[in-house]
T-cell receptor, first 115, second 113 residues
């Protein structure tokens, strides 16, 4: 099976702009989670989607949002970008509970730089 | 609130040595504890995971030791190799339907040849 794919891999934006990142999960996986990775704060959970519904949300401002489509692909959006939003944004997919594993499989990430 | 504390921040070992990374958690509702390995420019990849009903799990050169009463777990890498040089993260999750990994701060491991 193909792994989790994320596009684009690199992105440069300026303060105040908005950005949309895309994630395609492993085939058959219906849960998609997003994480932010920075040197200062480490890996932090943003939100999780399952069957097009947000099931869980981390402690991030409302500027961070996401959605999931019927084919399980997911997008996250950050509006009014701030310098502190510069980070590696990771997407992880996993099968539904009870499918034999609780593993979350991560994609390579999108490196966002805000100037 | 940091719910999973990881130490050390960095670790240097000689080839063939044992690398030990420790984690402690606060929330007793956690019941799934994975370790991830991350190379530069890559996403984290699952190494090994354990549940609280088991005190130790071994997969190849990697072993997790789990102490439920102390709320601590550790990763042991036996016969460490230069190719093991990476950043290691411990994490914790709940069994509920929603998924939310809480990560430790990471350990940068360097294995000298």
């Amino acid at each position: 099976k193909a792994g989790v794919t994320q596009t684009p891999r690199y992105l440069i934006k300026t303060r105040g702009q908005q950005v949309t990142l895309s994630c395609s999960p492993i085939s058959g996986h219906r849960s998609v989670s997003w994480y932010q990775q920075t040197p200062g704060q480490g890996l932090q959970f943003l939100f999780e989607y399952f069957s097009e519904t947000q099931r869980n949300k981390g402690n991030f401002p409302g500027r961070f949002s996401g959605r999931q489509f019927s084919n399980s692909r997911s997008e996250m959006n950050v509006s009014t970008l701030e310098l502190g939003d510069s980070a590696l944004y990771l997407c992880a997919s996993s099968p539904q509970r009870g499918a034999g594993t609780d593993t979350q499989y991560f994609g390579p990430g999108t490196r966002l730089t805000v100037l | 609130q940091q719910q999973v504390k990881q130490s050390p921040q960095s670790l240097i070992v000689q080839k063939g040595g044992i690398s030990i990374i420790n984690c402690a958690y606060e929330n007793t509702a956690f019941d799934y504890f994975p370790w991830y390995q991350q190379f530069p420019g890559k996403g984290p990849a699952l190494l090994i995971a354990i549940r609280p009903d088991v005190s130790e799990k071994k997969e190849g050169r990697f072993t997790i030791s789990f102490n439920k009463s102390a709320k601590q777990f550790s990763l042991h890498i036996m016969d460490s190799q230069p190719g093991d040089s990476a950043t290691y993260f411990c994490a914790a999750d709940y069994s509920g339907s929603a998924r939310q990994l809480t990560f430790g701060s990471g350990t940068q491991l360097t294995v000298l040849p």
